[in-house]
Antibody
Framework: EVQLVESGGGLVQPGRSLRLSCAAS????????MHWVRQAPGKGLEWVSG????????GYADSVKGRFTISRDNAKNSLYLQMNSLRVEDTALYYC????????????????WGQGTLVTVSS | DIQMTQSPSSLSASVGDRVTITCRAS??????LNWYQQKPGKAPKLLIY???SLQSGVPSRFSGSGSGTDFTLTISSLQPEDFATFYC?????????FGQGTKLEIK
């Protein structure tokens, strides 16, 4: 069974940093592009970032570009999101999600999703 | 960025009803359109990918259609467990973008 388990969320002051982790199991991690998608409280879904199987291609939403860094460690079956210069508007539940299909090309279709980790940015 | 617009934003229906939700893209996305279901307090779940392909394990009462800019998600006969929020998402280009969601409530 595919499992994605996020961790690292919490309450942080504006301008500070936080690092999220996603532990993957039940599939060949280094075959898949991986993503972070967030959902502000009571709001819709927003793609944050994605990284291909070999970290060769990385993408970010404009709202986080220059502040967030996605990375992965295939030996540890783990995905990360380093979040710097956090803003109040970054408050959200952050989901880790896997591409539907594996391979060198990203399909940007998210399946499955983890349960999410909550990041609250507040003074 | 490609904008995705869903209608309606909310919908009340009864068990057994046939329900259709529409999604419109701001430019052509071919068939790169996916549908997700999200229940309260849960992560989204993929229902339909590539506009009309049913994800494994999803009941056949769910179906998707469309191409280009206009898409629909249809639930042929609503079941009690179907009441949730539904999102469309384009996977045609980066950044992937979602519709604002359609909340399906019990009448």
């Amino acid at each position: 069974e595919v499992q994605l388990v996020e961790s690292g969320g919490g309450l942080v002051q504006p301008g500070r940093s936080l690092r999220l982790s996603c532990a993957a199991s039940g599939f060949t991690f280094d075959d898949y592009t991986m993503h972070w998608v967030r959902q502000a409280p009571g709001k819709g879904l927003e793609w944050v970032s994605g990284i291909t199987w070999n970290s060769g291609t990385i993408g970010y939403a404009d709202s986080v570009k220059g502040r967030f860094t996605i990375s992965r460690d295939n030996a540890k079956n783990s995905l990360y999101l380093q979040m710097n210069s956090l803003r109040v508007e970054d408050t959200a539940l952050y989901y880790c999600a896997k591409d539907l299909y594996g391979g060198r090309n990203s399909d940007n279709c998210f399946d499955p999703w983890g349960q999410g980790t909550l990041v609250t940015v507040s003074s | 960025d490609i904008q995705m617009t869903q209608s309606p934003s909310s919908l009340s229906a009864s068990v057994g009803d046939r329900v259709t939700i529409t999604c419109r893209a701001s430019q052509s996305i071919s068939s790169y359109l996916n549908w997700y279901q999200q229940k309260p307090g849960k992560a989204p779940k993929l229902l339909i990918y590539a506009a009309s392909s049913l994800q494994s394990g999803v009941p056949s009462r769910f179906s998707g259609s469309g191409s280009g800019t206009d898409f629909t998600l249809t639930i042929s006969s609503l079941q009690p467990e179907d009441f949730a929020t539904f999102y469309c998402q384009q996977s045609y280009t980066i950044p992937p973008t979602f519709g604002q969601g359609t909340k399906l409530e019990i009448k």
